[in-house]
């Protein structure tokens, strides 16, 4: 009832190239959606995140698109760099403000 | 913007020796906070909730007194781990939320302590 399911456990695309990396959740009590973009040894960090009530939400290169009835939401990556490559974790989380993790997905964007 | 910093950023310990790890929200007060466990190349599990004057919540499967939490003020939370084993090897990781947010999307999150117990 707590998971949260995220895949693909690992990506790599081309300069350019635009990943997208999936997350589904079972908890409807769920009303809150980040994504966090981690580098090694260090913390994760916001990068976007959306509610319920908007089945798409865009900021600069990150989109996050939402479906409520599937239960499912998912990140696109625009216009992917290098520098992009990371560790990327969806998450939901509800009104207690704890955050349920997904197990994360690597992303090498290659030159 | 609002930092959380952790203290110490990494640390080496014997078997058997207690750890504190200290969690600072700098610029904001918060309420709550959140310790986080991450081993290597997986995910962020939580581990319990940090309140500010009551006792903490843990999550299932978290010993309470291996794991001990205070959150003493309003801008620290501390998490000492008791009789460190090398099983206890971990990076951990806390949030917090600023407590005039009113909302989860302003959760920050600290830098992270890299524990090894040899």
């Known amino acids: 009832q707590q998971q949260v399911k995220q895949s693909p456990q690992s990506l790599i695309v081309q300069k350019g190239g635009i990943p997208i990396i999936n997350c589904a959740y079972e908890?409807?009590?769920?009303?809150?959606f980040p994504w966090y973009q981690q580098f090694p040894g260090k913390g994760p960090a916001l990068l976007i995140a959306?509610?319920?009530?908007?089945s798409e939400k865009k900021e600069g290169r990150f989109t996050i698109s939402f479906n409520k009835s599937a239960k499912q939401f998912s990140l696109h990556i625009m216009d992917s760099q290098p520098g992009d490559s990371a560790t990327y974790f969806c998450?939901?989380?509800?009104?207690?403000?704890?955050?349920?993790f997904g197990s994360g997905t690597r992303l090498l964007v290659r030159p | 913007g609002a930092v959380v910093s952790q203290h110490p950023s990494w640390v080496i310990c014997k078997s058997g020796t207690s750890v504190k790890i200290e969690c600072r929200s700098l610029?904001?007060?918060?309420?709550?906070m959140f310790w986080y466990r991450q081993f290597p190349k997986q995910s962020l599990m939580l581990m319990a909730t940090?309140?500010?004057?009551?006792?903490?919540?843990?999550e299932q499967g978290v010993e309470k007194d291996k794991f001990l939490i205070n959150h003493a003020s309003l801008t620290l939370s501390t998490l000492t781990v008791t009789s460190a084993h090398p099983e206890d090897s971990s990076f951990y990781i806390c949030?917090?939320?600023?407590?005039?947010?009113?909302?989860?999307?302003?959760?920050?999150f600290g830098p992270g302590t890299r524990l090894t117990v040899l």
């Open positions: 949030s917090a939320n600023p407590t005039t947010s009113g909302s989860p999307d302003t959760q920050y």
């Open positions: 908890n409807t009590a769920f009303d809150y």
């Open positions: 959306i509610r319920p009530d908007v």
């Open positions: 998450a939901a989380g509800d009104s207690s403000y704890k955050l349920i």
């Open positions: 610029d904001f007060q918060a309420t709550t």
């Open positions: 940090s309140n500010e004057g009551s006792k903490a919540t843990y």
